[in-house]
């Protein structure tokens, strides 16, 4: 009862104005005590915290299993009591500190993102994909060929932080004030999450951007500006995917220009497949750059030493997880694409 009252109460305020009004205040307190502490240690922390948590939750259920087998029901019934209010009290601390970024007003609001023609669509991964096939040739290599970031950390932090300057000032309705720098730090847990299909993740009650190091870095360099945005309070996975996006295209350096129009091009290439596949063959067997197609079939290779039916079981507790949270399931992932033609639209002639 006591977390049917909990979900209520988070669905209630999240429908009123509180979400724009007076949870960024909110937000931005607990984030700067958050960064204050774990932005000190090169670890993350995040990932300590919930590898106690796993072992404390193993701890749990070997409890529970151990009353069932005694048939101590009443032990059994305040333990399960015990667990649902911890749970409780964790959904509510979890709004408290980020969750309510869910329910604020959505960045489409600002744009026309109505996608009603095929051509925009072309037209606007072709503007891509002349961005990234220019940055393709001018970024670094490993020794097969592949892109090979050669920003560090520290390097990465510097440019975001710039580009949040810039779209603070550039972009109104993009609301990047005064933001902590990135946070990101590698996850102890990569390898566990190849196989789970997981670039990166952000903790909020440490307000770390983690990242998995085993994928490669056509993917990673755009998973950390995700992970950023994810940060600086942009919930929404498709917002988050849009103001990485913002991120990279607004640094002048090639790596985070390759990322950002890599990115975007794949994903109107994506949209279009569903309506004229042989566009999009075309594409990616003739018009990519040798650069880029070493850069596609190298994620595909790592895609199939990792993948398997782990990463299916992953993506339907994620879904549960993003439809909880006033989501559309994964299909927020692909409201990227409708983000960036109503950014398109608003910003092109500028």
């Known amino acids: 009862m006591v977390l049917i009252f909990a979900i209520l109460l988070v669905r209630i305020l999240g429908f009123t104005r509180f979400p724009d009004l007076v949870f960024p205040k909110i937000h931005s307190f607990f984030a700067n005590i958050f960064y204050s502490i774990t932005s000190l240690f090169s670890i993350s922390i995040g990932d300590l915290i919930y590898s106690m948590l796993i072992i404390l939750g193993i701890l749990f259920l070997g409890r529970i299993i151990y009353y069932v087998l005694k048939r101590n029901y009443s032990e059994l019934k305040n333990s399960i009591v015990k667990i649902l209010y911890f749970l409780a009290g964790f959904y509510l601390y979890f709004h408290l500190i980020w969750g309510f970024n869910y329910y604020k007003t959505p960045l489409k609001e600002n744009y026309n993102v109505e996608v009603d023609s095929v051509e925009e669509l072309k037209g606007m991964a072709h503007q891509y994909f002349v961005k990234a096939a220019y940055y393709r040739k001018i970024v670094s290599e490993d020794e097969n060929g592949n892109f090979k970031m050669s920003l560090s950390i520290q390097s990465l932090r510097e440019e975001l932080n710039q580009s949040a300057l810039k779209i603070q000032s550039q972009y109104p309705e993009l609301f990047m004030r005064n933001p902590n720098p990135a946070n ?101 067997e003739v018009l990519y750059t040798d650069g880029m197609k070493r850069d596609r079939q190298n994620e595909l290779d790592i895609n199939a030493q990792y993948g398997g039916s782990a990463e299916d079981a992953f993506s339907l507790m994620n879904e549960a997880f993003l439809r909880l949270n006033n989501q559309e399931g994964l299909e927020s992932y692909g409201k990227f694409v409708e983000l960036l033609v109503g950014f398109n639209r608003k910003y092109s002639s500028n």
């Not at 196989?195 to 870095?217: I, S």
């Not at 996006?245 to 279009?272: C, G, T, W």
């Open 184 to 284: 990101l730090k590698s996850s102890l847990y990569s390898e566990g999450f190849s196989y789970l299909g997981v670039l990166g993740y952000f903790n909020p009650f440490t307000n770390e951007a983690q990242y998995n190091v085993k994928m490669p870095d056509s993917k990673l360099l755009f998973t950390k500006c995700h992970e950023t945005a994810h940060q600086w309070g942009y919930a929404s996975e498709s917002e988050a995917n849009f103001i990485g996006f913002v991120l990279a295209n607004e640094s002048n350096h090639p790596d985070l220009q390759y990322a950002a129009n890599f990115k975007a091009m794949r994903s109107l290439l994506n949209r279009i497949l569903w309506v004229d596949p042989l566009y999009v063959k075309y594409y990616v």
